[in-house]
């Protein structure tokens, strides 16, 4: 059912891309450096770490070389 919210759409080098890049805003933010936006860290962070991109999903995009099986 989850599948049917938060498709896998990312690839493995992309969600570590999206973690990192996600940690890199909040630390900055933390710190002061981007305080208001840093904070958009978040966005980037939670779609690494769950694997689905809702605007890949909007846009058809995929970068998982994976493809769900249908379930019927």
Do not use: Q
Not at 18 to 34: D, K, P
Not at 37 to 64: A, D, E, K, Q, R
Request: glycine share 12%; with cysteine; aromatic share 6%.
């Amino acid at each position: 059912m989850l599948d049917k919210i938060l498709p896998r759409n990312e690839h493995t080098v992309d969600r570590a891309i999206r973690v990192v890049l996600g940690l890199a805003l909040l630390a900055a933010a933390v710190t002061g450096r981007f305080a208001p936006w840093g904070w958009l860290g978040v966005i980037p962070l939670l779609t690494g770490l769950l694997g689905s991109c809702p605007l890949y999903t909007l846009l058809g995009i995929g970068t998982c070389p994976v493809t769900p099986r249908d379930a019927g």
